[in-house]
Antibody
Framework: EVQLVESGGGLVQPGGSLTLSCVAS????????MHWVRQVPGQGLVWVAR????????THADPVKGRFSISRDNAKNTLYLQMNSLRVEDTAVYHC???????????WGQGLLVTVSA | QSVLTQPPSLSAAPGQKVTIFCSGS????????VSWYRQFPGTVPQLLIH???KRASGIPDRFSASKSATSATLGITGLQTGDEADYYC???????????FGGGTKLIVL
């Protein structure tokens, strides 16, 4: 089955760090740009970051720039999001998402809840 | 405040047609392809439309979309209660260098 499975979410204190992982199965991650998108429950979709096929191009949204870092290990078929200096406003469900031609997002992981709270 | 503007909610009766509008600018919709997503409560977003008007795999032809200048529309005909969901438009924005979404439209079929 073609799917993305995330792990690593949870509760963390403000200022803390967390690393999210996303393993692709049923397809090769190496053929796709990949994204992280977050969503506060009950609110809209917010794009976080994207990475190109070989990891040489990485773009992050302004609210997370300098704190979050997207990366990938194609040999492990895995995408990562390293999150540092976490803030309360980073609390959300984080989705790993596969890119399709035309900047669309065609395969979504089930999502990981990250809660930043003291 | 989302970069792309959508109506927060729309309602229509079963069997009717509804159109969801998405308004942007020259740096996003005016330049790049638009995608549409559907999200049922408690589930993951699903791609409906890519490259302005192309239906994703498995999406019935009751769903259609178009783009004109800096706006895009998603149309749904023969509305069913199962179409109740949140609908989002999305595209790339060259000025912000980010993927941007509309705020979402909650479709109510009553």
């Amino acid at each position: 089955e073609v799917q993305l499975v995330e792990s690593g979410g949870g509760l963390v204190q403000p200022g803390g760090s967390l690393t999210l992982s996303c393993v692709a199965s049923g397809f090769s991650l190496s053929g796709h740009w990949m994204h992280w998108v977050r969503q506060v429950p009950g609110q809209g979709l917010v794009w976080v970051a994207r990475i190109n096929i070989d990891g040489s191009i990485r773009t992050h949204a302004d609210p997370v720039k300098g704190r979050f870092s997207i990366s990938r290990d194609n040999a492990k078929n895995t995408l990562y999001l390293q999150m540092n200096s976490l803030r309360v406003e980073d609390t959300a469900v984080y989705h790993c998402v596969r890119d399709c031609p035309g900047s669309c997002l065609d395969l979504w992981g089930q999502g990981l809840l990250v809660t930043v709270s003291a | 405040q989302s970069v792309l503007t959508q109506p927060p909610s729309l309602s229509a009766a079963p069997g009717q047609k509804v159109t969801i509008f998405c308004s942007g600018s020259s740096s996003n919709i005016g330049t790049f392809y638009v995608s549409w997503y559907r999200q049922f409560p408690g589930t993951v977003p699903q791609l409906l439309i890519h490259e302005n008007y192309k239906r994703a795999s498995g999406i019935p032809d009751r769903f259609s979309a178009s783009k004109s200048a800096t706006s895009a529309t998603l149309g749904i005909t023969g509305l069913q209660t199962g179409d109740e969901a949140d609908y989002y438009c999305g595209t790339w924005d060259d000025s912000l260098s980010t993927l941007v979404f509309g705020g979402g439209t909650k479709l109510i079929v009553l």
